[in-house]
């Protein structure tokens, strides 16, 4: 289970984050690859050197990024996806291939607008190949967005979808159409309190204290995290600067974030939200939540080292 959410400040600034949902962590760390780092892509896929800093782990000397950005404002999130995800078996001649575990990397990498991305993905295959025999290939679909907008990619049995996502969210399954459709089921739900009504002669008083935002959906599935999500990050106030906004991005994913002991795992472990990020294309900073850390943590491009041609990692 995960949540993303993306929203301008109206500056032409982007706060764009994610909760990661799930039962254990990975050892992921802020992973930064510099301009001179270089990889070495699964396939045919290029890299053209954009910085990007991230969370993620290494293998391999390969950021494996759950989420990152560039120095161009773009970003990307992965979420779980695994009841629908369909990727390419192998590489399909005259298309750009990518390797489903380098996705972000790649965007990251070579793109400066989701524009430019979207144009891209019209050649390209998303093939369901490992980095090793260690780790497994993640079922996922992404968002990704800059100052401007927001895309969803999925593959699926029929093939790759990009969707225009208007109310820059995204969680897991189903597949974002149904997701986008289900909004409509809430399209009564008001930020403002109702007023008196009559049934019949009696005149019914609303409880001015408490039916605001009545209607909207509880629970951690998928779908219901998405309308509450959707709902309060359309909903929330323009905010003034980078202390706001950065606020404001916690306080709305905070509405989804799953708790110790509410969310049991079929295989009966406890899932929770294991972090809570934000990305600022305004200071190029990442400013993480742990579950168990109270404080928030920052890390800015500016703490590493550019001119390195390493990986590096926080």
């Not at 990020?277 to 190029?284: H, L, N, R």
Request: aromatic share 12%.
């Amino acid at each position: 289970m995960c949540t993303a959410v993306r929203f301008d400040d109206g500056q032409n600034n982007m706060y764009f984050g994610r909760n990661l949902d799930w039962s254990e962590d990975y050892g992921e760390k802020i992973v930064f690859a510099p301009h001179d780092y270089h990889y070495t892509p699964a396939f045919n896929a290029e890299d053209k050197n954009h910085p990007v800093i991230g969370i993620g782990i290494i293998v391999e000397d390969t950021p494996l990024y759950f989420d990152c950005m560039n120095d161009a404002g773009l970003a990307v999130a992965g979420l779980n996806f695994a009841k629908y995800c369909k990727y390419a078996t192998e590489a399909v001649n005259f298309t750009t291939n990518v390797a489903a575990y380098e996705f972000p990397l790649w965007v990251t990498r070579n793109f400066t607008s989701v524009d430019d991305v979207q144009e891209a993905l019209k050649n390209v295959t998303i093939v369901g190949k490992p980095i090793n025999d260690r780790f497994p290939v993640a079922t996922l679909h992404w968002i990704i967005a800059d100052n401007t907008r927001s895309i969803v990619v999925e593959c699926t049995k029929d093939g790759m979808h990009v969707y225009d996502d208007d109310v820059d969210v995204l969680t897991n399954q189903p597949p974002f159409p149904q997701q986008i459709e289900h909004l409509d089921n809430y399209a009564y739900v008001s930020p403002r309190t109702g007023k008196s009504v009559k049934w019949g002669s009696s005149e019914l008083e609303t409880n001015q204290d408490s039916n605001s935002s009545q209607g909207l959906p509880g629970g951690y599935g998928s779908m219901a995290r998405f309308v509450r999500a959707a709902y309060n990050n359309t909903h929330y106030p323009t905010q003034s600067g980078e202390d706001a906004n950065v606020n404001r991005l916690f306080k709305t994913l905070s509405t989804a974030a799953v708790i110790e002991g509410t969310a049991i795992s079929a295989n009966g472990e406890f899932e929770k939200t294991l972090y809570s990020d934000c990305y600022s294309t305004a200071t190029q900073t990442v400013y993480l939540k742990k579950y168990d850390d109270m404080a928030m943590h920052s890390y800015a491009v500016k703490d590493f080292d550019a001119s390195s041609n390493q990986l590096q990692s926080k």
